[in-house]
């Protein structure tokens, strides 16, 4: 039980050391930052621990770490290393490889986690009190990243992953500050596990490819969906489910997957360099159905038992907007929130609350919509720090008054131009949310293909996401909510869409990219879906205004909206970070704040050969 003092102020959250670390402060309950670890390292998915994040935290607020009364770590080390330990033994002797490889990191430095975390604060403080640090269970910190925020005073909790200690997926139920686990699903039976095997045998990178395996679906037929629900997975009515453990090796190898698993669907586990042929397409589409399947029937369960209205879900799999998109258009929930960094960044915001509200016993603060703030919860840039990072790169810039920066880059939108578009605080979670983005014209077919192969460097069947007016959005989509932090798919539209020819019907495989489906081409998906941000004026003032007049000139409140960065990179931090990916891409504009600058008048060759950037090919 923690100690109780009511002059508590601050509490700092961290999760770090399996991937996408990050820190986050709360002041009296309130989220005041949080920041991955990733977009200040530009490591991607960095798992180190978040010491630059907790800088800045620090510095941002003005406070040093003897001001902070509690640490809370996202998990329990100990139990995760029980787990392990446990699964080994159970696997004995297949898991021995693996165990040979695993117990010297564990022994050296995860088991002793407490030691580290305390040697890296005592970096910042030598004076640090190791009793102010605590540790919350890894699923009980995703429960409380989404239930709190949500501002709902009751409601259901799910949380879905790969795994945290033991748990891979739990139920609870959230009452004004009380959050009551009901159900547990425990390793090595994970949904968000058999997702990764998949997207391992597709191709793919386990815990950053899942989206493509997302995107790749809707070009494939879930021709394997019932191979996939008779061999690898007994699932119940109320989606419990048990996984085959013998078609995975992830309990105890070092990969997904086994030979069964390979031998079951008749083809090898495809290399990442290799064409994607329509075979992988077809059993993209299949798991992704059956993560469907099983996403509806834990939610309709609960739905049926519990008979509360709201739903809020966090986890890994949380993530996926698709079946995010099935939940919400079953209707059997009233509202649904979903926590923007459902991965494990925002299990640091869930640790810190966690501890505000169940060990501290203070009670919730509502207020009107979430307590996110929009996501944006990050660095920010004042004038003077913008041109102190980017005029010694010889940038050449203007600087505009807000309302002719507006309307200049609204027209540069409407000519086609790829407009790096940086402003105020970033976003935390994997979504760009309007202030780290790259924004274009969504009326144009080409833009999309453009800004995959030319600007992003990243796979060509990837879809991009509408930004849309919060107001118009019944107008464009089959969706009657609000999305802000792009985490729905909904479809476009029946009178948006175009009507397709016969021969356009018999389009196979990554050759349907080339369909002009409806008025906003670049981001409509080959299943007439997109992926939702709507766009509020309380939260994001400038960018609805940046919409607006792109509507005012098109008659479209829509813009596409892909995260600031490219392949393999973080999402851009720093206005250096953003100029340095504006010359290093074909992206025509980039704003920050409001400066404003046209890659046409940069010296583009002198400064890459002074800061030896590199072009993408």
Known sequence: MYIHYFNMSYILGISAYYHDSAAALIKNGEIISAVQEERFTRKKNDSSFPINSIKYILRDSNITISEIDYI???DKPFLKFERLLETYLSFVPRGLLSFIVSMPLW????????RNIVSELKLLDSNFNEKKLLFSEHHFSHAASAFY???????????????GEWVTSTIAIGKESNINVVKEIHFPHSLGLLYSAFTYYCGFKVNSGEYKLMG?????KPAYEDIILNNLIDLKDDGSFKLNQKYFSYATDLKMINNNFCKLFSMPTRKPDEELTQFYMDIAASIQSVTETIMLKITRHLADTYKIENLCLAGGVALNCVANGKIFKDKRFKNIWIQPAAGDSGGAIGAALAAW??????????????SMKGSYLGPSFSDKQIETEISPLNAIYE??????LIQKVAKDLLNGKAVGWFQGKMEFGPRALGNRSILANPLMPEIQSRLNLQIKNRESFRPFAPSILSENVQEWF?????????????????????????DEKKIEGLNKLK????????????????????????????YHSLISAFNDLTGCPILVNTSFNVRGEPIVCTPRDAFECFISTDMDILVINNFYLQKNKQQVKTILNQKNFALED
Do not use: C, W
């Open 107 to 114: 022994l050296k430095e995860k088991l002793f986690l407490k």
């Open 149 to 163: 925020p949500s501002n709902f005073k009751e409601a259901i909790v799910l949380v879905v992953d790969g795994v």
């Open 357 to 370: 509200h169940i060990e501290l016993k203070n009670p919730r603060v509502y207020t009107k919509g979430d």
């Open 399 to 404: 600087i505009f008054e807000e309302k002719d």
């Open 478 to 502: 089959d969706f009657d909510d609000s999305s802000p932090y792009m985490l729905f798919v909904a479809n476009v539209n029946e009178n948006k869409l175009k009507k397709i020819s016969q």
């Open 515 to 542: 369909i002009v489906r409806s008025e906003i081409p670049a981001v409509t998906h080959i299943d007439n879906s997109a992926r939702l941000q709507t766009v509020h004026k309380e939260t994001n003032h400038k």
């Open 216 to 220: 790749l679906a809707p070009y494939g």
């Open 72 to 74: 809370v770590f996202y």
